[in-house]
């Protein structure tokens, strides 16, 4: 019960802050694919949004998607 409560804190934390960089205009929400929210960076925010990001222990990848939240499996690694 303690790593799954973790595990939805940690997702939560994550969440609120690619908001914050989507507000700011680093990020951008670039649809869903396969249930996951993708994320994508601006021309401008790339650096600060990786910077921002690697902070919060995700991996960055320039050329494709920055990260991909499921938000069906919050605090919950297997399917219901």
Do not use: C
Request: aromatic share 4%.
């Amino acid at each position: 019960m303690l790593k799954r409560d973790k595990h939805k804190k940690r997702q939560s934390i994550i969440e609120k802050n690619l908001q914050e960089l989507v507000r700011k205009g680093w990020l951008f929400i670039d649809g869903e694919r396969d249930g996951l929210q993708v994320y994508k960076p601006t021309q401008h925010g790339l650096k600060l949004a990786e910077k921002r990001l690697k902070s919060l222990g995700l991996h960055v990848d320039k050329l494709n998607d920055i990260q991909a939240i499921d938000k069906n499996r919050v605090g919950n690694s297997t399917p219901e």
